[in-house]
């Protein structure tokens, strides 16, 4: 999991709430990126974001926010448009001179 | 978007055998990426393998690719229970931003 952390590990929402999931690193990487993953999936890119304070729409990124205020953070607000919201998921970064994504333990949360 | 397909959904072997599994993939890449992901947690980075070359070896791990084919192999050798993960494969397409597409993936289970 390398210098990546994400919290908490599991999460519990109740219908109509907003939750957010927090992704820091200390890699001193200029890349970050939020997937989703289904059970027998692979992983779909929510946000991603290159730079401090820009970030572009991933493949599903309906009923999801993100913000990049400092290169160590990459929160994920799941918003209550987002309608089936049960899921894993997965904050990675990456550096300038790799092309390798490094990843998160990962948050698993659940819609009660 | 999943551009890579992974080939069998699922395999089992016995410890000590060989473990071979199969990525294709839909449009000119950068590079193509392995991971392996142990059940409930974040992936780790196993081997990536550039455009212009055919084959690459890490350790027990051997990755041949075919971009006349669009396709990937990765093959792992002499199996241990340790083995026991799900892998993925991750294309970086020419053109699309440095994001990886990742493929639904391969579940290995290695029976002591």
């Known amino acids: 999991d390398g210098g990546i952390t994400q919290s908490p590990k599991y999460l519990f929402r109740k219908e109509g709430q907003n939750v957010t999931l927090s992704c820091e690193q200390n890699?001193?990487?200029?890349?970050m990126y939020w997937y989703r993953q289904d059970p027998g999936q692979g992983l779909r890119l929510i946000y991603y974001?290159?730079?401090?304070?820009?970030?572009q729409k991933g493949d599903i990124a309906e009923g999801y926010s993100v913000s990049r205020e400092k290169k160590e953070s990459f929160p994920l607000t799941v918003t209550s448009a987002q309608k089936n919201p049960t899921a894993f998921y997965l904050c990675?970064?990456?550096?300038?001179?790799?092309?390798?994504?490094?990843f998160g333990p990962g948050t698993r949360l659940t819609v009660l | 978007s999943q551009q890579g397909e992974e080939d069998p959904q699922a395999l089992s072997i016995q410890e000590g055998e060989n473990a071979t599994m199969n990525c294709s993939y839909k449009t000119s890449i950068n590079n193509l990426q392995w991971y392996r992901q142990n059940s409930g947690r974040g992936l780790v980075h196993l081997i990536l393998?550039?455009?212009?070359?055919r084959e690459k070896h890490s350790g027990r791990l051997r990755v041949t690719l075919d971009t006349s084919k669009k396709s990937s192999s990765l093959l792992i050798t002499a199996s241990r229970a340790a083995d026991t993960a799900s892998y993925f494969c991750?294309?970086?397409?020419?053109?699309?931003?440095?994001?990886?597409?990742f493929g639904a993936g391969t579940t290995v289970t290695v029976r002591a």
């Open positions: 393998i550039r455009s212009n070359e």
């Open positions: 991750a294309t970086d397409a020419k053109g699309n931003d440095y994001k990886l597409s």
């Open positions: 974001s290159q730079i401090v304070n820009d970030f």
């Open positions: 890699l001193n990487h200029d890349a």
């Open positions: 990675a970064s990456k550096g300038h001179s790799t092309d390798t994504q490094y």
